[in-house]
């Protein structure tokens, strides 16, 4: 794989951890098709191996987690393709949350966008004292992550951040439930979530499972609504709108 890694750890258990980690530095992990399809490939390979317990998710790159879609990629794509990629990826964001295992992210730099989505549909969360927040989609028109962000964190914070585009530091992050954790940098990130892990570990998968499932069960995922929200107007215009501002 090109854009990210993928390890897997035995952590002295019966069951495994997965660790995938973004590989994009030269734009931050921007989003685009490839590593679109990366994850979703990894997710696969970990869905297929029943000694796996746990997935970590984070960052090769110091300076962020992921910036969001991929700026360059999505100017390429007319409203068609763009409302297509924005459908498959929510369908991609929605697999993960409800993965049959439970997930971490490791949030260190930029979650903004596409990549702040990515994080919200991780189990757990936790972040460095550098990072920063923000869901600045409705201001190009595009709903994704929306339901559920509202969902984590509750129907007045997500509609102040979304309709905002207001920009969140760790500390805040974590008040508003964005975040269960934060940590000084990734190193004492990576401990935290290797102890979070363990803990994890010594819940059966069935009850992990049924938690997860009683979490969800007020989630209803319009991924049409996500195509739609691309297709209504001129979604290229506005998002080159939006990035000249």
């Known amino acids: 794989m090109e854009t990210l890694k993928l390890n897997i750890d035995c952590v002295g258990s019966s069951k495994k951890v997965a660790r995938i980690s973004l590989n994009k530095p030269h734009n931050l992990n ?8 990366e994850i979703k490939m990894g997710l696969e390979i970990i869905t297929a191996r029943e000694d796996i317990g746990i997935l970590i998710l984070s960052s090769e790159v110091s300076r962020a987690f992921s910036t969001g879609v ?3 990629y999505i100017q390429t794509l007319t409203n068609e393709e763009a409302s297509q990629f924005f459908y498959d990826l929510s369908i991609l964001l929605n697999e993960l949350a409800h993965f049959p295992i439970p997930t971490i992210a490791i949030v260190n730099g930029y979650a903004f966008g596409a990549g702040a989505d990515l994080a919200i549909s991780c189990d757990l969360r936790i972040a460095t004292a550098s990072s920063f927040f923000r869901f600045p989609g409705p201001q190009f028109g595009l709903i994704l992550g929306t339901q559920r962000l509202i969902n984590e964190i509750g129907v007045s914070k997500t509609r102040f951040l979304t309709l905002t585009n207001t920009k969140l530091d760790a500390r805040t992050a974590q ?10 940098d990734v190193q004492e990130a990576l401990e935290i979530s290797s102890k979070w892990a363990d803990s994890l570990l010594n819940v059966p998968i069935k009850t992990a499972q049924k938690i997860k499932g009683l979490c969800n069960v007020q989630q209803n995922y319009y991924h049409d609504l996500t195509s739609e929200s691309v297709l209504q107007g001129d979604f290229k215009k506005r998002f080159i709108d939006y990035l000249a501002r």
């Open 30 to 37: 921007a989003i685009d098709i490839d590593l679109f399809k």
């Open 70 to 72: 991929n700026v360059k």
């Open 175 to 184: 008040n508003y439930g964005i975040v269960h954790g934060i940590c000084v």
